[in-house]
């Protein structure tokens, strides 16, 4: 898969620019994040091991997405979650991250998923521009439903 914005599905190859790409987001966010060579070892193995599917996009490359698929006990089709999607602060505002959800959702269909879902900070005011233009929601059932919410907790 190609696009004019350079997306494609990343190999295991690719492990260490993913690495390099993920580190650089949650760093720019002040999240934890361990060492480049650290994840470059775990997104290999996710990637060989079929746990997750990434994209990368642009010439950098500058961006990249993480889709995970799991069963579903009230569906046949799998469900498909975004758990990441970032572009570099340079690229912002150019379509890559629009390319890089696209190529995500392309993949989920692909893989005969009914639905897709994410998480995002509701301070993040571009990926929530994003997500809201390429259809999704944060009402449930419905436009008028009530708002979802999002709950994480450390184990």
Known sequence: MSSDRGVRKATA????????????FNTEYDEYVPEVPVL??????HITQDLA????????PDGFSMVRFSPSVTSSAPGAYLQEL???????GQGLGRAL????????RDRGADHIDLNTSVDD???VGLYESAGFTNREGRP???VMLYYERDL
């Not at 470059?40 to 193995?45: D, G, L």
């Open 13 to 24: 190859e690719d492990a260490g620019e993913l690495a390099r790409l993920l580190h650089d």
């Open 40 to 45: 470059t070892v775990r997104i290999a193995e």
């Open 53 to 60: 599917t990434f994209f990368l996009g642009g010439d950098g």
């Open 86 to 92: 970032y572009v570099a602060p340079a690229r912002r």
């Open 101 to 108: 959800l696209e190529a995500t959702m392309e993949e989920a």
């Open 125 to 127: 005011v571009a990926a």
């Open 144 to 146: 008028d439903g009530p």
